[in-house]
């Protein structure tokens, strides 16, 4: 299991907090998805068999946000 940081620079509300939740969590391998409000700061923990923080960092960016 794997750890990655990753900062949104958008400013993140509570709609675009469960969006990337949603998002992150239907990638396979991707365990748990924390959001830090204040700062843009997402933590996931995630099985690095399966997906890379590579992955994480492109599918955020397809759904338009800034990492």
């Known amino acids: ?3 990655g940081t ?7 509300d ?5 969006e990337i939740e949603s998002t992150l969590n239907q ?7 924390l ?8 933590i996931v923990e995630f099985d690095n068999e399966k ?3 590579e992955q994480i960092t492109k ?5 338009q ?3």
């Open 1 to 3: 299991m794997s750890e």
């Open 6 to 12: 990753f900062y949104v620079k958008e400013e993140v």
């Open 14 to 18: 509570q709609n675009s907090i469960q």
């Open 27 to 33: 990638i396979d391998g991707v365990e748990r998805v």
């Open 35 to 42: 959001i830090d409000t204040s700062d843009g700061e997402v």
């Open 51 to 53: 997906v890379t923080a």
């Open 59 to 63: 599918t955020l960016e397809q759904h």
């Open 65 to 67: 946000y800034h990492v």
